[in-house]
């Protein structure tokens, strides 16, 4: 399917994450492990945030991201303390930059791993949920975009976890009331620059994997001589569909069926049960 990250903490540069670490978000492009695809090459994005209450800015674009030379030169430039990357392995829709991920509304970045299956046949009545008012700033084709705009729709603004709730419910409704089993398979990351929700879910309780870094006031005890780790100072935080490297202590799998609020410091796991 897809490989997302998504990063708060000390800025740091882009190039630290997509391109150094070993098993980087551009060598997953390639070489993913733990994927349901191993080469995602149907386009690329990220998205990032300035000084604050800046919009977001966004770079994307059609072709494999280890192809791409601009992306190397801006991922050296850009030093952000938020942000998202996406590598995307297409399914029922076209590779266009329409279609790359992270979406955008407003001050709010989206990113999906995974599928709204038999989408063809729900696109329509999914579609029609959205609010007239959204309807005219969906650009693209793929189901990880309705997913973002339904999301909005419930109340993403206002309460980010009970909107995704809401949204999956309705996607599953949709589902099996056109015969589709397992209608929904996710791991999604939302972001308005101040705080990042990441969930792990799927209709059919199989989700795609999903990490998040454990305490890096921990990771300086266990490392203290890592140079990676005193860069993002002790309260950085990495949610990802793959680890970055492989040391001990590092990373820890979120369950299936959760929800995890980053906000600062702060964070937070809680339940996800659509509804």
């Not at 979406?103 to 995974?114: A, P, T, Y």
Request: charged fraction near 25%.
């Amino acid at each position: 399917m897809c490989r997302w990250l998504a990063y708060t903490g000390n800025p740091l540069q882009l190039e630290t994450v997509l391109f150094r670490e070993k098993h980087s978000l551009i060598d997953q492009s390639l070489h993913s492990r733990m994927g349901a695809t191993t080469t995602n090459g149907d386009g690329f994005g990220v998205g990032w945030y300035g000084h604050l209450g800046d919009l977001p800015f966004r770079y994307r674009c059609a072709h494999p991201a280890w192809s791409d030379r601009n992306l190397r030169d801006a991922a050296r430039a850009i030093r952000t303390p938020l942000f998202v990357a996406h590598i995307r392995a297409a399914t029922d829709t076209p590779s266009q930059e329409t279609n790359c991920h992270p979406f955008r509304h407003g001050r709010w970045l989206f990113v999906h791993n995974g599928l709204i299956r038999d989408y063809p046949n729900v696109r329509r009545e999914l579609m029609l949920m959205v609010k007239p008012e959204l309807f005219a700033s969906i650009e693209g084709s793929t189901d990880s975009e309705v997913m973002f705009f339904l999301a909005l729709t419930m109340g993403l603004e206002q309460e980010p976890v009970p909107a995704l709730e809401r949204m999956a419910a309705a996607i599953e409704e949709v589902g099996w009331r056109n015969g589709v089993r397992f209608p929904l398979n996710m791991t999604v990351c939302a972001t308005d620059g101040d705080q990042i929700i990441a969930v792990r879910y799927s209709s059919e309780r199989e989700s795609r994997s999903l990490f998040h870094s454990t305490s890096f006031r921990h990771l300086h005890e266990l490392y203290p001589n890592d140079e990676r780790i005193k860069a993002v100072g002790e309260d950085a935080y990495l949610v990802l569909s793959e680890p970055l490297v492989d040391l001990p202590g590092w990373w820890e799998e979120v369950p299936e069926s959760t929800a995890i609020v980053v906000r600062g410091a702060a964070v937070y796991q809680r339940p996800f049960a659509p509804h």
